[in-house]
């Protein structure tokens, strides 16, 4: 009797077996097969895609770095000048900063 219960106290104390854990159960195992297999359907269709948008966008960088360099040639130091502003018709403008205040032409208008 005292060996029996020895036993039993010895099996349910063992930790349960290596050879469980280290194999999913087949379940998992099929679904992640189905995911990966999703996946890279998903990344065939869209490689042309992406392919034709990274063409796009090294077109846009080389004709945006000729105007990019002339406007920080005409503005220097961003410091100089208030943030954009979008008037009533559309037009965006960004005003010098001038340490005396706005100069005003003759009639009172200012210089924009």
Not at 38 to 46: C, D, H, S, V
Not at 61 to 85: F, V
Not at 99 to 107: D, I, L, N, R, S
Request: proline share 10%.
């Amino acid at each position: 009797m005292r060996a029996a219960t020895l036993a039993l106290v010895l099996a349910l104390a063992a930790p349960p077996a290596a050879a469980d854990e280290a194999v999913p159960p087949e379940g998992m195992s099929l679904l992640e097969e189905g995911a990966k297999l999703i996946f890279r359907g998903l990344a065939e269709e869209m490689e042309p895609a992406m392919r034709e948008m990274a063409e796009g966008m090294e077109d846009f960088a080389a004709n945006l770095g000729p105007m990019l360099r002339e406007l920080s040639r005409l503005m220097q130091d961003l410091s100089s000048y208030h943030l954009p502003e979008r008037l009533p018709n559309g037009d965006i403008i960004i005003r010098r900063k001038r340490p005396g205040g706005p100069e005003f032409g003759p009639g009172g208008e200012i210089e924009i």
